[in-house]
């Protein structure tokens, strides 16, 4: 079949990233002999044009378009990002008259309220390679798609539960044109994953419903052959989405001694979980290349963190940035304050905290976004912060009832005054 693939992603917050969920996607359904183009709608500026000629020239049979940030995750000022994918959704549905799938990070999150919202058709939930290529060998054969793991239809409610990959090894690597279909710049961080899937269970994250909890790990070999492939395509530098890098640490561990042997040279950066590091690994990652690691801490009150069901305590945290910054890794802290158990006490000494470590940079985020199907959506509707039947896709924001936002947004402001490299939001 002919099928156009669509990210309708445009923001550049923090950086320009590029559509792996899709290219994934896209590799998949070539592997099975579809005939594939593909479209990031990043840096494009007549984008109504440049679909419109995409649908002439393919003629597709299917149209898929992935969805991948919904809002930017901030209380003040929040930029509802959904919004321009809903627009792409309509510009094609006025374009072709072809079933509209949707798929992606954003999309998991809220399957029936985008799919009910938006002119999609069906949307799968989760992962896309297995269940779209199950749909277009549907479609092929005229069969009825209903009963596909994942899959959302219009107006119907009956959905029969995702099914995640369990053997990674049944889908490719997407070939590098898919991923770096626009021209690399030296500042481009090209996306690298190595793994799927979380096993932690933090109070507010999403990231259940977009990867599950089961992690499936990549054969390392395949990992590093790829990496070379991408760098081959003028990769430079890399970015590796896995949720966690450093954990399972053998995995972590093997996979640095893996790129350096293979002497891949490049530049990377990654998300960072400060539980269980230890010297033997920070010194590995910065032998492979790392140079600048996320550390989402969110708060220096072990109780707090406790709610938030973290692993990790204020001790990890310290003990991971003192290594981190032995090895000249560059640390990107987060901070995350109003959460359940917060006082101005938690407040105060969190952001007390965050100074001692001298971060190179840190994002202090007042107010959590509440998600779909979370402990976090659980008590802010037990607090009546959220009715019991808002779907969320509009953000909503929760800060522990009884704490004053104004003061937190002052207080994080009189520390930010202090430190240039402190960004609040
Ligand atoms: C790594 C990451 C980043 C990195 C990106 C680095 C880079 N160079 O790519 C950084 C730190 C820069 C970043 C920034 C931001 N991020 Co971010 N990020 C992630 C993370 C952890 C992984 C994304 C990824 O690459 N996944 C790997 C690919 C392979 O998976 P995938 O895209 O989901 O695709 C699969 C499926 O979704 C599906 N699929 C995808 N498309 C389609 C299409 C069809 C038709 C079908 C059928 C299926 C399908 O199949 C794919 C393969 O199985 C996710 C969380 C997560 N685990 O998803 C958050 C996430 C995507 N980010 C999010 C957000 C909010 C942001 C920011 C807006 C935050 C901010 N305020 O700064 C910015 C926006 C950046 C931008 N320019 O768009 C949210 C988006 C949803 C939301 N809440 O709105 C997520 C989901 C985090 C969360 N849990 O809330 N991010
Ligand atoms: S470690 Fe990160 S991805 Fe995993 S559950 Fe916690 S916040 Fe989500």
Redesign the pocket.
């Given at each position: 079949m002919k099928v156009l693939?669509i990210s309708a992603?445009r923001?550049?917050?923090?950086?320009?990233?590029?559509p792996?969920?899709?290219a994934?996607?896209a590799q998949a359904l070539t592997d099975r002999h579809h005939s594939v183009k593909m479209i990031d709608c990043v840096g494009i500026d007549d984008i109504e044009s440049y679909i419109k000629g995409a649908i002439e020239e393919l003629g597709p049979d299917i149209i898929?378009?992935?969805i991948?940030?919904?809002?930017?995750?901030?209380m003040l000022n929040t930029r509802f990002?959904y919004e321009d994918d809903r627009e792409i959704i309509a510009l094609v549905r006025r374009l072709s008259d072809r079933p509209i799938?949707?798929?992606?990070?954003?999309y998991?999150?809220f399957p029936d309220a985008i799919l009910a919202d938006s002119d999609a058709d069906m949307g799968?939930e989760?992962?896309?390679?297995a269940?779209?290529s199950m749909l277009l060998e549907k479609f092929e054969r005229g069969e009825s798609v209903e009963g596909i793991p994942g899959l959302h239809i219009k107006g119907r409610t009956a959905v029969e539960p995702r099914q995640f990959i369990k053997d990674t090894r049944s889908f490719q690597y997407p070939d590098p044109q898919y991923v770096v279909g626009q021209p690399v710049t030296p500042d481009t961080?090209v996306?690298v994953?190595t793994r799927r899937g979380c096993a932690m269970n933090c109070s507010y994250?999403?990231?259940a419903s977009?990867?599950g909890r089961a992690l499936r790990k990549r054969p390392i070999e395949s990992v590093v052959e790829w990496i070379g492939q991408l760098v081959r395509a003028g990769a430079r530098q890399l970015?590796f989405?896995d949720?966690i890098f450093n954990l399972p640490r053998s995995y972590a561990l093997s996979l640095c001694r893996a790129m350096t042997d293979a002497g891949l040279n490049v530049k990377w950066r990654c998300?960072v979980y400060p539980w269980r590091i230890d010297e033997e690994l920070v010194a590995a990652m910065a032998a492979a290349g790392c140079f600048e690691v996320?550390l989402g801490s969110e708060s220096a009150d072990d109780e707090v963190l406790r709610l938030m069901h973290k692993r990790f305590r204020r001790d990890d945290v310290a003990y991971a940035s003192r290594l981190l910054k032995k090895y000249n890794i560059t640390q990107m802290g987060f901070l995350m304050l109003g959460a359940p158990g917060e006082t101005r006490q938690s407040v105060l000494d969190t952001l007390d905290f965050a100074a001692s470590l001298e971060f190179d940079a840190l994002k202090v985020t007042v107010g959590i976004?509440i998600y779909p199907n979370t402990t976090l959506a659980e008590e802010a509707r037990k607090q009546g912060i959220i009715g019991p039947d808002d779907n969320l896709l509009r953000p909503r924001f929760y800060i522990t009832p009884g704490l004053d936002e104004k003061w937190i947004r002052e207080t994080a402001a009189m520390y930010a005054a202090k430190h240039p490299n402190w960004i609040t939001s």
């Open positions: 693939l992603n923001t550049e917050i923090n950086m320009r990233t590029m792996l969920g899709l994934f996607v898929g378009i992935s991948r940030n919904i809002d930017d995750q901030t990002l799938i949707l798929g992606g990070a954003g998991s999150m799968i989760g992962e896309g390679e269940a779209l961080w996306p994953q994250c999403s990231t977009i990867e970015y989405v949720n998300i996320s976004r």
